[in-house]
């Protein structure tokens, strides 16, 4: 790809103490496409993504954002250069309202000086809006996200980081806990962004997930990324063998009955 | 509730919601229980206490206690909402009490200064307190159960330092003679209305010609004022939002781009400060500053909290609702005097109350949030 990357990392390292959580890890993302980043429990994933949204800083290697190099001190910088996080927590918080979890942190205000407040009303219009847009009704943006589906809080989580102008969307593995209506709804949703012009890093167990949406492949295993692979040059057993570090997964599969 | 289905009725609604009903409405807003506690009080004591509990002055009786008690609990709501406690409640009270009344009779400062070193202190205590639980990640049930015992201490010791050997520091009516500052902080207000209400036969009025009641205590306009403020801090202010934010899940929060910490720093800030004005409020009425200002007076913030829609786990509650709670402490204190009931059953009222509250609200929470 001749144009810049939004996101790259060269040789990225990452230590905790001790622990060596990535031990080389290089990726690119560009806007317009969808990275997925498939790996095992403990390959690394969360960590790396927490290092891009700038929660934990690298030990070592190169992170480029629009092909500058660049240090985060705080999430909020990497929020504010455009690259937005939905961990797999989400960031919602349930006793709240959907609207006030939309708007939490950047609420839109009204008035002056001392006396300024929060647009209720906008912030109502505007919430249901954008879950409009993604096909989800919301009649009242006031009711608590708490009682939304995992599949819908999933979309207000992506809705929220898209509206707040993401160049880059990281989603850290939003479509684990979903059931297969929701699944597909939440991958629909990822094409959309994607189609919108927005880089996406789709953090997955799932190479069925990954295939749905993906364009490139990053598999992770043991810190290191056992390189990428664009779309239609990888087979899907294929990936998920590397996924599984080259452990003949077939051979458990067929014992299992062939439902891995 | 899910909303995520296709399958809509001729008015474009999904058939899966219901239409929302005012139940639902209601059931949303933290504060409904305080509002039926308090309708089912004033019934209670429609029936069983003399009539004269309900005139004017009455009623006046009952607002000194309760609006006492509910600047304190919609700071102590306002802070549990925010996600913390602060058990050092009471004891700041006699802290600042002691602060405040050594500034005027020991050191003979201006009413004015007194006032202004108190709230200091407040802003230290309060700083404390926060930056303590913050940087350590301890519980603030422990951290400030610690100044609880702490403060008291202090207050005592600096009493003894003050006085000479004694735990009451006296002398406070003299100093504060005359002042107009201090009618901000003791006495009643309103008292022009209420002589203009008597003149036109719309309250009682002794043959004289003046009003039997000569007007609102003055913490009742205080309290009135910080839960109309504090209920348009909650709703309507990004710092509102920032508070049931922190309370909720402050590591959501911060992940969001919301200072947690100032968050938090401010409102024990606030807490020590709504202390700080019980303790000037109280001082000043008295005359007097002693060991046992504010006794308890923590647990009973934060039942009236409670009862007023607020969750022990944080992120969800209302300043009005602890409003309401408040008043309805001040009627149970004040109307037991109205009965034949011996006045004791207070104590047993304030725990079962707290008992239905929690229950209640946690029902409320599993409706609010979806639970099954
Ligand atoms: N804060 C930390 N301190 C020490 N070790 C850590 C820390 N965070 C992660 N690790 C270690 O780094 C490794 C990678 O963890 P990480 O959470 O990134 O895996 P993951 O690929 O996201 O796994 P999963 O699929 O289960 O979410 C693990 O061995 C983990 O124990
Ligand atoms: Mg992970």
């Not at chain 1, 699944?183 to 012009?197: A, F, H, P, Q």
């Not at chain 2, 004891?91 to 009413?111: C, E, Q, R, T, Y």
Request: overall charge positive.
């Amino acid at each position: 790809m001749a144009e810049t990357p939004i996101i790259e990392v060269r040789d990225l390292v990452k230590h905790f103490g001790s622990v060596i959580a990535l031990n080389g890890v290089s990726l690119k993302v560009s806007s317009g496409e969808v990275l997925c980043l498939l790996g095992d429990n403990g390959a690394g994933k969360s960590t790396l993504i927490k290092t891009l949204a700038g929660v934990h800083k690298r030990s070592a290697g190169d992170f480029l954002v629009d092909g500058r190099s660049i240090d985060f001190e705080s999430p909020r910088d990497a929020l504010d250069a455009g690259i937005a996080t939905v961990y797999q927590d989400l960031a919602m918080i349930p006793l709240m309202s959907i609207t006030r979890n939309f708007f939490m942190g950047r609420e839109p205000l009204k008035g002056f000086g001392p006396f300024r407040y929060m647009d209720m009303k906008r912030a109502d219009t505007v919430t249901r809006e954008e879950m409009h847009k993604i096909g989800i009704d919301i009649r009242d943006p006031q009711q608590a996200v708490g009682t939304l589906s995992g599949g819908e809080r999933q979309c207000v989580a992506i809705a929220r980081a898209v509206y707040f102008g993401a160049k880059v969307l990281i989603l850290d593995e939003p479509t684990s806990a979903l059931g297969v209506a929701q699944t597909s709804m939440v991958l629909k949703y990822i094409d959309l962004v994607r189609s919108k012009g927005l880089g996406v890093v789709f953090i997955t167990h799932n190479v069925r997930h990954a295939f749905a949406v993906g364009n490139r492949f990053t598999v992770l295993n043991r810190g290191r990324t056992l390189g990428t692979h664009a779309k239609g040059e990888i087979a899907m057993d294929a990936l998920q063998n590397l996924m599984a570090g080259g452990k003949e997964l077939q051979e458990l599969s067929g014992e299992l009955g062939g439902t891995i | 509730m899910s909303t995520i289905y296709d399958v809509k009725d001729k008015l474009g609604r999904d058939e899966r919601v219901k239409t929302s009903s005012l139940l639902t409405t209601l059931i949303r807003k933290p504060e409904l229980g305080a509002v039926a506690g308090l309708v089912l009080v004033i019934v209670f004591f429609l029936v069983f206490a003399s009539p004269t509990m309900f005139t004017l002055a009455g009623i006046m009786n009952i607002m000194a206690p309760a609006s006492q008690l509910g600047i304190l609990a919609i700071g102590a709501a306002l802070l549990m909402i925010g996600g913390e406690f602060d058990l050092s409640l009471g004891s700041m009270i006699a802290f600042a009490g002691l602060v405040f009344a050594a500034a005027l009779v020991v050191w003979h400062m201006p009413l004015a200064a007194a006032i202004l070193i108190a709230f200091l202190v407040a802003l230290v205590v309060g700083t404390v307190n926060a930056q303590i639980v913050i940087r350590t990640g301890l519980p603030s049930f422990i951290v400030t159960l610690a100044f609880l015992f702490i403060l008291r201490g202090l207050t005592l010791v600096g009493l003894k330092w003050a006085s000479g050997g004694a735990t009451q520091l006296r002398g406070i009516k003299d100093v504060v003679e005359g002042s107009t500052l201090a009618g901000f902080f003791s006495g009643n207000a309103l008292e022009g209305l209420f002589a203009w209400m008597a003149a036109h036969d719309m309250i009682d009025k002794f043959p004289n010609g003046l009003p039997k009641v000569s007007g609102v205590p003055v913490e009742a306009v205080w309290f009135v004022l910080f839960a109309l403020f504090a209920t348009w801090l909650l709703l309507r202010t990004k710092f509102g939002n920032w508070i049931f934010a922190s309370g909720g899940d402050a590591r959501a929060a911060r992940n969001s781009g919301v200072p947690v910490n100032r968050v938090k720093t401010t409102l024990f800030v606030v807490t020590a400060a709504c202390a700080t004005l019980v303790a000037i409020i109280t001082v000043l009425d008295a005359g007097s500053t002693d060991a046992r200002r504010g006794f308890q007076k923590e647990f009973e913030a934060i039942i009236a909290a409670v009862i007023g829609g607020c969750l022990l786990t944080g992120g969800y509650g209302s300043a009005i609702g602890a409003f309401f709670g408040s008043l309805i402490f001040g009627m149970v204190l004040i109307g037991l005097t109205y009965t034949t009931i011996d006045q004791d059953w207070y104590l047993v009222f304030l725990g079962t109350m707290l008992l239905v509250a929690v229950v209640f609200n946690n029902v409320v929470r599993k409706r609010v949030t979806g639970e099954r």
